[in-house]
């Protein structure tokens, strides 16, 4: 079975250390198979070769590398794009161009879905300090609406009050 989804979003390449003054528009589209994973296409709907995209994802992990380093550099937190931003000026052989840029603002696209916020939003000091549970994902059908119901009852919770 396979998917095609366009992701369109935009984004000031300034912003991650790129140094460019205009905000860029930038489409990747993706194909998910689900027996082989994905395959990344460019704009003009060529397909990116599978070794390309792991290639620049290594890239994309050497970065995160970088920024750990930096995370105990810091006193204070900062943005995972602050960091990265930071990581590219130190590093100028870790930046890319054209497809192969395309490609790492597409692992970190990834990265802020995964968090569900853009970059800017992601803390440098806590990002990949998660604990993951075991057991597959799951849907909720009906939402959370259930859950919320079930852990409300019996409680008196009125909107615009303060509670104790």
């Known amino acids: 079975m396979?998917?095609?989804?366009?992701?369109?979003?935009?984004?000031?390449?300034?912003?991650?250390?790129?140094?460019?003054?205009?905000?860029?528009?930038?489409?990747?589209?993706?194909?998910?198979?689900?027996?082989?994973?994905?395959?990344?296409?460019?704009?003009?709907?060529?397909?990116?070769?599978?070794?390309?995209?792991?290639?620049i994802g290594k890239v994309f992990e050497a970065?995160?590398?970088?920024?750990?380093?930096?995370?105990e550099e810091m006193k204070e937190d900062?943005?995972?794009?602050k960091a990265i931003a930071i990581v590219l000026e130190r590093n100028p052989h870790l930046r890319q161009e054209g497809i192969a840029h395309d490609v790492l603002q597409w692992y970190l696209c990834r990265m802020e879905g995964w968090f569900a916020t853009d970059a800017d939003a992601i803390s440098l000091q806590c990002w990949d300090q998660e604990v993951?549970?075991?057991?597959?994902?799951?849907l909720m059908v009906r939402g959370?609406?259930?859950?919320?119901?079930?852990?409300?009852?019996?409680?008196?919770?009125?909107?615009?009050?303060?509670?104790?």
């Open 2 to 55: 396979v998917f095609v989804k366009k992701i369109p979003w935009h984004r000031s390449l300034e912003d991650l250390g790129f140094h460019c003054t205009a905000p860029v528009e930038m489409t990747l589209s993706f194909l998910i198979m689900i027996s082989r994973g994905y395959a990344l296409y460019d704009t003009n709907g060529s397909q990116v070769p599978q070794e390309f995209v792991e290639k």
């Open 63 to 71: 970065i995160l590398e970088e920024t750990g380093k930096l995370r």
């Open 78 to 81: 900062i943005s995972i794009a």
């Open 132 to 138: 993951l549970l075991p057991g597959g994902h799951g």
């Open 144 to 164: 959370y609406r259930p859950v919320i119901n079930t852990l409300a009852k019996g409680l008196d919770i009125r909107l615009g009050h303060r509670g104790c």
